[in-house]
């Protein structure tokens, strides 16, 4: 059972466009991550929300978590080739003692 | 700067042969991870350790064991390597329980197995 949809699996846009992808779930996280990871490397942590509700930006990257904690959005503004990578969303499943489960991720690609 | 360094960014291994993946983290932190990550499978924990001497399993520890002698190390050990076996292997540390979910990973390492 995949606890943590993502969607899209795939987009790919031209430089210069917006875009929102989505991570998804019927349970309750105490707290959940965004990573982007590059072909042949470790993910890095980009952000964590904490607080249903809560927006955080990081430059042209605006993340959400819902209301009831169990949803999150990161949208880009404006993208750039560097910005090309898979974004994957982590949390904490209170169902499941606060394991940490990750989503499959959605890999963007931005065409300059 | 904070790091999780993996021995090995690149292995090629015959099938049943011993494997050691070593992790090293500088951050002090409790708890270490590795995960594998397959095209279309995501992200999956092998095995995970809240301290020393300490492990549990995750979701796929068949085929696998680990070491933590000292609080930065973490060793996965692949005891008699088999094909399915290949795929990215991704260590990661985080503090304790509070900021569980924010993990640091390493660069990766990819065995191929043959």
Redesign the interface.
């Given at each position: 059972t995949q606890l943590l949809e993502q969607s899209p699996q795939f987009l790919s846009i031209q430089e210069g466009e917006n875009l929102t992808v989505y991570c998804n779930s019927s349970s309750v996280f105490?707290?959940?991550?965004w990573?982007r990871q590059e072909p042949?490397?470790?993910?890095?942590?980009l952000v964590?929300v904490v607080t249903g509700g809560e927006v955080k930006k990081l430059k042209r990257l605006t993340f959400q978590f819902g209301d009831a904690r169990k949803d999150s959005s990161l949208h880009i503004t404006a993208a750039q080739p560097g910005d090309t990578g898979l974004y994957?969303c982590?949390?904490?499943d209170k169902n499941r003692d606060?394991k940490?489960i990750?989503?499959?991720?959605t890999r963007l690609h931005i065409l300059p | 700067d904070v790091k999780?360094t993996q021995s090995s960014r690149y292995l090629v291994k015959r099938t049943g042969e011993k494997v050691f993946l070593e992790c090293v983290q500088d951050m002090d932190h409790e708890n270490m991870f590795w995960y594998r990550q397959d095209p279309?499978?995501?992200?999956r924990?092998i095995y995970f350790s809240y301290d020393v001497k300490m492990k549990e399993k995750g979701d796929i520890p068949e085929g696998y064991s680990v070491s933590r002698e000292k609080k930065e190390r973490f060793s996965l050990i692949l005891e008699s390597a088999s094909t399915n076996q290949t795929s990215m292997y991704?260590c990661?540390s985080s503090r304790g329980?509070r900021?569980?979910?924010?993990?640091?990973?390493?660069?990766?390492s990819?065995l191929t197995v043959l």
């Open positions: 105490s707290s959940l991550q990573y042949g490397e470790g993910p890095v942590l964590t994957l982590a949390g904490d606060d940490i990750f989503g499959k991720g | 999780v279309g499978l995501g992200l924990l991704l990661a329980t900021e569980a979910g924010e993990l640091f990973f390493g660069e990766g990819r």
